[in-house]
């Protein structure tokens, strides 16, 4: 897989998150709930170690609610405070800073024993480029968001963000990189739109999705395309294989052909994936807690 890869960079980052990490209370880890395990960089854990995280599950609303609530679930499990967020509307939103006076407490509580009555949280974001960070910043600061703004090449110091009496906000979020190289993870970023689509020709991206769509999704996947049923699988039939079938089946349907007669299975590739990305085929979730095979956590 061919994707642009800048370890410099990363390391950077990571410094400076490291840094920044002393003069938190707080992590706030943006995931995209679509693709919780995708979209983490793995040394979270590591870099992050001994801060209270909460962990947002941002663009809930492009993700089936049934597995928000999994891992939702899942990650309490470990500890996590969680919270499911829209941030392009700010739906769940209004709820960050009470969960944020919710996991710190008892922290607040002893800064008030000590005298310092009024003391406001500090928060840093952290996320994977993509997954909204910019979009909840804003939606958190309102009308400061205007500080908040990106300004490319313009070298400035940190900011904080005052948010409200309780609560102040590092506004240089801190990008982390996912794990491109594994496949698994490099094809759920591209279904999701999260790196451009040149990881692989778009055909076999759209074989790849589709044989996905099938396996978790089967219904959605008749109903968008107005199939009957789909295809049997053969056995010993790899996703692509099986994936092309179902190109060519919704080409069919749609009436997609080249010259010569064949189905435009290209073109249904690109329409599968801008209608997903759309969010016309529904609500997909692509990974989840519980050890499906092609679902990892
Ligand atoms: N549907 C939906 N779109 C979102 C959500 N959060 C962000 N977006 C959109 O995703 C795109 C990337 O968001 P951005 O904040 O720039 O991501 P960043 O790279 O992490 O800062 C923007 O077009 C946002 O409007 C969400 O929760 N739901
Ligand atoms: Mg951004």
Not at 90 to 105: D, E
Not at 142 to 161: E, F, I, L, N, Y
Request: glycine share 10%; hydrophobic share 35%.
């Amino acid at each position: 897989m061919n994707i642009q890869w800048y370890p410099g960079h990363m390391t950077k980052t990571r410094r400076q998150i490291e840094g920044d990490l002393k003069n938190v209370d707080i992590v706030v880890e943006l995931i995209d709930a679509r693709i919780p395990v995708s979209s983490r960089n793995p040394d979270i854990d590591s870099i992050c170690a001994g801060k209270p995280r909460l962990i947002v599950l941002n663009r809930a609303d492009q993700a089936d609610p049934a597995m928000n609530a999994k891992w939702t679930a899942f990650f309490k499990g470990q500890g996590h405070a969680v919270l499911e967020t829209d941030a392009k509307t700010g739906r769940g939103v209004n709820q960050f800073s009470p969960v944020i006076q919710g996991v710190l407490k008892d922290q607040i509580a002893k800064w008030r024993e000590k005298g310092q009555v009024g003391r406001p949280v500090r928060a840093m974001v952290v996320g994977v480029p993509n997954v909204g960070k910019s979009t909840f910043i804003n939606k958190v600061a309102r009308k400061k968001s205007a500080k908040a703004g990106d300004r490319p090449g313009v070298t400035r110091g940190k900011q904080w963000v005052n948010v409200d009496q309780s609560l102040d906000l590092l506004d240089t979020p801190g990008i982390l990189w996912p794990k491109f190289e594994d496949e698994t993870i490099g094809l759920h970023l591209a279904f999701t739109g999260a790196v451009k689509d040149e990881i692989m020709d778009v055909e076999t991206l759209g074989c790849h999705f589709m044989a996905l769509l099938a396996r978790w999704y089967p219904e959605a996947l008749i109903s968008s395309y107005k199939l009957t049923a789909l295809p049997q699988r053969e056995e010993e039939e790899n996703d692509v294989a099986y994936g092309y079938r179902l190109l060519e089946t919704c080409a069919q349907k749609r009436g997609m052909r080249i010259s010569g007669g064949e189905f435009d299975t290209e073109r249904m590739a690109r329409v599968l994936l801008d209608e997903y990305r759309g969010g016309k085929l529904g609500r997909f979730t692509l990974e989840g807690p519980d050890g499906g095979e092609s679902l990892e956590a």
